[in-house]
T-cell receptor, first 112, second 114 residues
Framework: DQQVKQNSPSLSVQEGRISILNCDYT??????FLWYKKYPAEGPTFLIS?????DKNEDGRFTVFLNKSAKHLSLHIVPSQPGDSAVYFC???????????FGTGTRLQVTL | EAGVAQSPRYKIIEKRQSVAFWCNPI?????LYWYQQILGQGPKLLIQ????????DSQLPKDRFSAERLKGVDSTLKIQPAKLEDSAVYLC????????????FGEGSRLTVL
């Protein structure tokens, strides 16, 4: 049972344009959401997070939007840069002591 | 600040053999996690330690997988005997506390079972 879904395995965006990565979840108990970025042969690194009490969180070029009624979150990267090319994982947690559940990832390719 | 250290980076074994992976978390991080990432999938939690106690091992195949964190610092994950479906990257992560959402991951140990 895949509770966190990233339906787009890959995404290609031109440098300077906006990248939008999507994530859907099914567990209504999830109250904290995170995005991780992973380069080849490296472990995932934390990018940005959002609590369920908010609907937007911004950090520089990265903004995460949460739509609780639709059980959907998205990561916006503006402007996209070639160094943003990586696999992005969405993750969610139900309560402060519970484990993170990860999606399957979206591979972002930012082209020149 | 040194990151999460893992070894070995790569391991190739035949099915039914055994293998062990080692992890040293970031200094001062009380919580340590082992994740399994199969190709094309997201990381799946195998076991979570708080200091040297197990918090969650509900998805650990206990008939073949074992993990320990004896002194509350570094940890070892063992597979015995290995199966073909155990081919994956084994990621170790740590966090300051059990309630902290942000995990710091190591580079992973890639296991290939032939």
């Amino acid at each position: 049972d895949q509770q966190v879904k990233q339906n787009s395995p890959s995404l290609s965006v031109q440098e300077g344009r906006i990248s939008i990565l999507n994530c859907d979840y099914t567990n209504s108990m999830f109250d904290y959401f995170l995005w991780y970025k992973k380069y080849p042969a490296e472990g995932p690194t934390f990018l940005i997070s959002i609590s369920s009490i908010k609907d937007k969180n911004e950090d520089g070029r990265f903004t995460v939007f949460l739509n609780k009624s639709a059980k959907h979150l998205s990561l916006h990267i503006v402007p996209s840069q070639p160094g943003d090319s990586a696999v992005y994982f969405c993750a969610a947690r139900a309560g402060t002591a519970s484990k993170l559940t990860f999606g399957t990832g979206t591979r972002l390719q930012v082209t020149l | 600040e040194a990151g999460v250290a893992q070894s070995p980076r790569y391991k190739i074994i035949e099915k039914r053999q055994s293998v062990a992976f080692w992890c040293n978390p970031i200094s001062g991080h009380a919580t340590l996690y082992w994740y399994q990432q199969i190709l094309g999938q997201g990381p799946k939690l195998l076991i979570q330690f708080q200091n040297n106690g197990v918090v969650d091992d509900s998805q650990l195949p206990k008939d073949r997988f074992s993990a320990e964190r004896l002194k509350g610092v570094d940890s070892t994950l063992k597979i015995q005997p290995a199966k073909l479906e155990d081919s994956a990257v084994y990621l170790c992560a740590s966090s300051r506390g059990i309630n902290t959402g942000e995990l710091f991951f190591g580079e992973g140990s890639r296991l290939t079972v032939l």
